[in-house]
T-cell receptor, first 112, second 113 residues
């Protein structure tokens, strides 16, 4: 089966940097997504990593280490609007098809 | 607007009833995915359709069923509803069948009373 672990909650200060970690154990790994989800709203795509390394996109960066089954999402210059849940999701081959399995998410609270 | 349309946005119904949730994928997308998100729970994959055919199945209960029509819209049918079925139900779509490039709809909030 698939196992995805991320911290349940985190708190960080406006203007600071926060790193949200995700570890996974899966067979047939084919990539890792990060999504942002504000309460009661749809998840929105942030990043997709398939190769090892860091992908930077504005204030958000995502890192992947396939050998360690580890990823993190780095948010810089935090803003109040960044308060949301951040979902780590693994794309994997299952039964000949590609599936995406989501972690339970990390609820980030940004405080003044 | 993500381009994925879900209706209705809210639904309140009684236990034992049956409801149908509808999803229209983004223009050009052939795959539709259904997810359930209960309070403080992660997104649970239910089922995927690609161009009208079932492609992958997740933790979907036997009381639930889905289909994708020739115009590519999809419906999720939930029957014999229980209190525990109260959740947000999201539909997502992608161009191919490879579960890449998901776009989510805004969801249907189902409350079973």
């Amino acid at each position: 089966g698939q196992n995805i672990d991320q911290p349940t909650e985190m708190t960080a200060t406006e203007g600071a940097i926060v790193q949200i970690n995700c570890t996974y154990q899966t067979s047939g790994f084919n990539g890792l997504f990060w999504y942002q989800q504000h309460a009661g709203e749809a998840p929105t795509f942030l990043s997709y990593n398939v190769l090892d390394g860091l992908e930077e996109k504005g204030r958000f960066s995502s890192f992947l280490s396939r050998s360690k089954g580890y990823s993190y999402l780095l948010l810089k210059e935090l803003q109040m609007k960044d308060s949301a849940s951040y979902l780590c999701a693994v794309r994997h081959n299952s039964g000949g098809y590609q599936k995406v399995t989501f972690g339970t998410g990390t609820k980030l609270q940004v405080i003044p | 607007d993500s381009g994925v349309t879900q209706t209705p946005k809210h639904l309140i119904t009684a236990t034992g009833q049956r409801v149908t949730l509808r999803c229209s994928p983004r223009s050009g997308d052939l795959s539709v995915y259904w997810y359930q998100q209960s309070l403080d729970q992660g997104l649970q994959f239910l089922i995927q359709y690609y161009n009208g055919e079932e492609r992958a199945k997740g933790n979907i209960l036997e009381r639930f069923s889905a289909q994708q029509f020739p115009d590519l819209h999809s419906e999720l049918n939930l029957s014999s509803l229980e209190l525990g079925d109260s959740a947000l139900y999201f539909c997502a779509s992608s161009p191919g069948q490879g579960s890449y490039g998901y776009t989510f709809g805004s969801g249907t909030r189902l409350t079973v009373v």
